[in-house]
């Protein structure tokens, strides 16, 4: 009687605690479900994100882009000038179908530069052609879809700073026409 008593009192107090919830699974489905939902945006970042092997992207810094910026403020409309580059017929196929483009494109540069970069660009023609040409064939369609487009204006610099050797002398690229033939 002494054992039921024993036993009925472990009972008791097994009922008075009830039973003990460990934590512990509760932890480690929290932990799975954090550790799923990073991978998810790595992966989705990765698939989504920049394309790494585009050139644009990769040389691309926010440095860069307030840089170009400060550098066309600083410089007042009186005393900057137009070079012409060039004026061709680029055509894009990345949409699936071939579209051409009639395309003129200028650049705004400092008047004490102006001379020096329109020999320049007369002496490298063929070259800056084929680099304005590429920047076109190579373009998104969504990149010849924007207002402004910066996208294309930007990768035109880049190719024209390297032509040209001197990344200070183009302030900014105009693009006054483009037009789909």
Known sequence: MADDATKAADKKETKDKGPKKSKLPLLIVLGLMIGEGAAVFVVAKMMFGPNPLDPVAAAETAADVEGEGA??????????AEVDVADCRPSNKASGRLQTYRLRVS??????????????????????????????????????EEPGLETIK??????????LGDEKLILEMLIPELLQA
């Open 71 to 80: 550098e066309a403020e600083a410089a007042p409309v009186d005393q900057t």
């Open 154 to 163: 930007r990768r035109m610099k880049r190719e024209l700073d390297g032509i």
């Open 107 to 144: 650049a705004l540069v400092r008047a004490e530069d102006a001379e020096k970069v329109g020999e320049m660009v007369e002496s490298n023609g063929a070259r800056i052609e084929d680099r304005v040409n590429y920047v076109i064939r190579s373009a998104e369609p969504h990149h010849l």
